[in-house]
């Protein structure tokens, strides 16, 4: 049985952060494949700098097309919205019946929050958590601290965002040395976030 770690993100843009947590994580733990999967764009959120999700799933092509055990998923954009992880967890356990174990990948920020999510306890009794250190202010809930289900991984700590290379791409900046090559090139050729 294949042991896969499910990495959710907008990844917009997918950045060299994104790719060292994911081959960590890959590398350094018992996991055989990572999966990056690309969130919709929510039609509750307009957000006006979300790239349109076939865009970013490109993006995500291009970052990992070099890399075996990395591998880039859409099968959040034909699940209902909005995308709660509970029911994505339930439609690849029914698509992969049991050839695939999953695990989630998150950032201890998101940890922190966790408790907020949909049906959590469901996915804690039933998932395991693979979790990366983030700097970022609040503490992680009693009940998670030494989870027998909880793995902290010591995996680098990345202060790249998103946001940031979005932010100061459409200041002239030069960012490319954070993006994977192919992405660089794919956003320079669409002109993306100018």
């Known amino acids: ?28 733990s018992d996991l055989d494949e990572v999966w990056l999967i690309v969130t919709p764009k929510s039609p509750f959120k307009a957000k006006k ?5 076939n865009h970013r799933y490109q993006m995500v092509f291009e970052a990992t097309k070099d890399y075996l055990k990395l591998k880039p998923s859409n099968i959040e954009f034909d699940l209902p919205q909005p995308n709660y992880t509970i029911n994505t967890l339930a439609h690849l356990e029914d698509k992969y019946k ?3 174990e999953f695990c989630l990948i998150m950032g201890e920020d998101n940890l922190k929050g966790f408790h907020k999510w949909k049906n959590y306890e469901t996915i804690l009794e ?10 970022s202010d609040g503490k992680v809930e009693h009940q998670f601290k030494d989870h027998p289900k909880i793995h902290q991984v010591n995996a680098p700590i990345m202060e790249v965002s998103s946001t940031f290379i ?17 992405v660089w090139h794919f956003i320079d050729e669409m002109n993306f976030y100018k």
């Open 1 to 28: 049985m294949k042991k896969i770690g499910l990495y959710f993100g907008t990844f917009n843009p997918i950045h060299i952060g994104h790719m060292v947590i994911a081959n960590h994580m890959v590398e350094f």
């Open 166 to 182: 979005r932010k100061h791409h459409k200041l002239g900046k030069n960012i490319r040395t954070l993006l994977p090559e192919g």
């Open 126 to 135: 039933n998932y395991h958590l693979y979790v990366y250190p983030r700097i």
């Open 98 to 100: 049991k050839s695939h």
């Open 49 to 53: 700098t979300l790239l349109d999700n």
